[in-house]
């Protein structure tokens, strides 16, 4: 029986299934885990994409969104307008 590797980025077809993908990751995920969903993100719209409205090479793209990678705060905000997202603040409830 063969088997393809799962892609998550295969599942991320609309704007809702992306917006909460995205959520459950910033509720429950570590810096890492956040960095690699906005790249699964980004690989499910297309990266040539995301590189022309970020102004972004599609190299440093990739490399910005890869495993163990540390981008700068406004490379994330640059990624997410593109991707259509924003952050936003709510209050923890006690």
Do not use: C
Request: glycine content about 8%; charged content about 20%; overall charge negative.
């Amino acid at each position: 029986m063969n088997t393809t590797k799962f892609d998550i980025a295969d599942y991320l077809d609309n704007k809702e299934m992306i917006a909460e993908y995205l959520n459950i990751v910033l509720e429950e995920g570590n810096d890492a885990d956040i960095i690699n969903a906005i790249g699964h993100v980004a690989k499910a719209i297309g990266m040539t994409k995301i590189a022309e409205e970020t102004g972004m090479s599609r190299p440093s793209l990739y490399k910005a969104l890869s495993d163990g990678a540390k981008p700068q705060f406004a490379t994330i905000m640059k990624v997410l307008k593109a991707i259509g997202g924003q952050i936003q603040v709510n209050p923890i409830s006690a």
